[in-house]
């Protein structure tokens, strides 16, 4: 997410910021996104090969640095389709990679590897299984399908991420989060069951449901997709939430209440407005205020930001914040926030009063409803959404305050004139709050403790600047991580890095120089019970990627 101008703000896709046997039991879809198969409009699987001329548009996702040039394209349109798809590959003994937004990072599902893609979009239906008593949602879905249909049929959400094309199939398995996870938790703090598409030791494919019940068999199943990413277990066909607790039949009570209105703050400092010093005391105060803010519950530990901290080749520093409006003093806790972060960048400031809220020169905030406030958010960039840019991204979580060591070598990458992307830049992501409410052990996310995560990002447009940003953003980020092998090592201070931001370097000795594999870095020790769940369900290892689940 980069640059941010007055009226709205320039991002790049940090994912604000990407998967019972055959005959499984389930209800009847209900719902407007019922599904092509469902509704009997269309059946069975499409197939596109290099002939056909939709190739083109499904052999690559959002970042065009990766681009495959798989034999074909599988397009299911159900869980049977599913199973003959991966059972089709396995017999042919062809790589088979699975697609559903297409905002994965790296090259985990279009590599040169690839011979068939499953992409899932076609299996996009949300509704709700009175059977299960929970909300049925396709793998192929994306989130701005999951907030239109739950919001729209029953007034309830999940905190999912700010980007809404994202596909739920890696976003969920991931640990997604978003603007309203400080408030509610993560995704996966709501999920319910999972259905995955796996391949046992005889090579057969079939559909598992697993649950989070205690006495459930495939248990260990359903928690390596609260967190443990995408491409490691098998196929997700889809996704059941409830929130753990809610009684009653009635839907509308079994999820969390999407607000009705939200505050969305964004504010601008024009670069030549920052000076070193300030840039210090703002990247500083943005880390204690979260470490102060950060009990379950409260209004302030329900306020959610991002903070961009564009290459000063962009023009603006720039931040966003989102808030339940109808949280108590929601205005004043707002007003204050904003005063304080003026304050320590140390700019002067013109009071200007907007929704109740005490806003400056520097920032403009709009009181609107929930769902048109995320679409919003998610849709006034110029690059969030852009199919055509190219993109690296390294990630960090926090525990503390930006150490001022780090503070100070970020400043100079910022700051610095080498050639790169006016989209270059460092991202700051709030964690805390409900977050924190729950342990590091109780879901595949490790990092609970965490007070906020970073991004450093670039995205570009031409080939020919692949060096220049790669180079930038690997630059800054060993600088910054020097004192601990070039990455941030869980060590009381920075604690990992985070799976749905996916990062190839961190397998490489050439950039991780700490004595943390990758595998620890994103999962700690969580990351033992997920090999022994890969040993149980993909033994094979068919499903694979350069940062998959090792077995």
């Given at each position: 997410m980069k640059t941010l101008k007055r009226r709205g703000f320039l991002t790049a896709g940090s994912g604000v910021a990407v998967g019972a046997a055959v005959g499984f039991q389930t209800t009847a879809l209900g719902g407007n996104r019922?599904?092509?198969?469902?509704?009997?409009?269309?059946?069975?699987?499409?197939?596109?090969?290099?002939?056909?001329?939709?190739?083109?548009?499904?052999?690559?996702?959002?970042?065009?640095?990766?681009v495959a040039a798989p034999e074909k394209i599988v397009l299911p349109r159900t869980t049977a389709d599913v199973v003959a798809a991966v059972q089709s590959a396995v017999d042919a003994g062809k790589r088979i990679t699975v697609a559903g937004g297409g905002h994965c990072f790296e090259?985990?599902?279009?590599?040169?590897?690839?011979?068939?893609?499953?992409?899932?979009?076609?299996?996009?239906?949300?509704s709700f299984d009175s059977a299960r008593g929970a909300f049925s949602v396709q793998g192929g879905a994306t989130l701005l399908d999951v907030y239109e249909e739950l919001h729209g049929g029953w007034g309830v959400t999940i905190p999912g991420g700010i980007c809404h094309s994202v596909g739920v199939g890696g976003h969920i398995a991931g640990g997604g989060f978003g603007m309203l996870s400080r408030q509610y938790g993560l995704t996966?703090?709501?999920?319910?069951?999972?259905?995955?598409?796996?391949?046992?030791?005889?090579?057969?494919?079939?559909?598992?449901?697993?649950?989070?019940?205690?006495?459930?068999?495939?248990?260990?199943?359903?928690?390596?997709?609260?967190?443990g990413g995408g491409g490691s277990f098998g196929v997700v066909t889809r996704y059941w939430f409830r929130t753990p607790g809610a009684t009653g039949s009635d839907p509308a009570g079994l999820l969390p209440k999407a607000p009705s209105e939200v505050y969305i703050s964004n504010l601008f400092w024009p670069w030549d407005k920052v000076t070193e010093d300030g840039f210090n005391r703002l990247v500083a105060h943005y880390g204690e205020w979260l470490e102060k803010n950060?009990?379950?519950?409260?209004?302030?530990?329900s306020l959610f930001s991002w903070m961009l901290l564009n290459h000063k080749s962009s023009g603006t520093l720039g931040l966003i914040i989102q808030l339940d409006a109808s949280l108590p003093d929601a205005a004043q806790v707002l007003s204050d926030h904003l005063a304080g972060l003026n304050d320590?960048?140390?700019?002067?400031?013109?009071?200007v009063r907007r929704e109740g809220v005490v806003d400056s020169q520097y920032s403009t905030t709009r009181k609107l409803p929930w769902l048109r406030g995320t679409k919003y958010v998610g849709?006034?960039?110029?690059?969030?959404?852009?199919?055509?840019?190219?993109?690296?991204?390294?990630?960090?979580?926090?525990?503390?305050?930006?150490?001022?060591?780090?503070?100070?070598?970020?400043?100079?990458?910022?700051?610095?004139?080498?050639?790169?992307?006016?989209?270059?830049?460092?991202?700051?992501?709030?964690?805390?709050?409900?977050?924190?409410?729950?342990?590091?052990?109780?879901?595949?996310?490790?990092?609970?403790?965490?007070?906020?995560?970073?991004?450093f990002e670039s995205?570009?447009?031409?080939?020919?600047?692949?060096?220049?940003?790669?180079?930038?953003?690997?630059?800054?980020?060993?600088?910054?991580?020097?004192?601990?092998?070039?990455?941030?090592?869980?060590?009381?201070?920075t604690d990992g890095c985070y799976i749905n931001y996916p990062d190839g370097d961190l397998g490489d000795p050439t950039y991780n120089k700490s004595s943390v594999p990758w595998h620890d870095?994103?999962?700690?020790?969580?990351?033992?019970?997920?090999?022994?769940?890969?040993?149980?369900?993909?033994?094979?290892?068919?499903?694979?990627?350069?940062?998959?689940?090792?077995p």
């Open positions: 019922a599904g092509a198969a469902e509704s009997g409009a269309r059946t069975g699987s499409v197939t596109v090969t290099a002939t056909d001329p939709r190739y083109a548009d499904l052999r690559s996702g959002m970042n065009q640095r990766w090259d985990f599902v279009y590599n040169d590897e690839t011979k068939t893609v499953l992409n899932m979009t076609l299996m996009n239906a949300v996966v703090d709501h999920l319910h069951a999972v259905e995955v598409v796996v391949v046992d030791a005889s090579g057969t494919a079939k559909a598992v449901v697993a649950t989070r019940a205690a006495d459930d068999p495939h248990k260990d199943l359903f928690w390596a997709h609260t967190g950060n009990t379950p519950g409260t209004t302030a530990g320590a960048l140390g700019v002067s400031t013109t009071p849709s006034v960039s110029a690059t969030q959404l852009d199919p055509t840019m190219r993109g690296v991204h390294k990630s960090s979580h926090l525990l503390k305050p930006t150490p001022a060591a780090q503070i100070d070598a970020m400043y100079r990458h910022l700051t610095n004139t080498d050639k790169v992307s006016p989209f270059a830049g460092i991202v700051y992501a709030s964690a805390g709050g409900r977050i924190s409410s729950v342990s590091s052990t109780a879901t595949a996310v490790a990092q609970r403790g965490a007070i906020m995560k970073t991004n995205v570009w447009y031409e080939a020919g600047d692949d060096d220049a940003n790669l180079g930038w953003v690997r630059n800054a980020f060993a600088d910054v991580y020097a004192d601990t092998g070039g990455v941030p090592v869980p060590n009381g201070v870095l994103y999962w700690k020790g969580n990351y033992a019970r997920l090999q022994q769940t890969k040993r149980a369900y993909d033994p094979k290892n068919i499903f694979r990627h350069r940062q998959s689940i090792r």
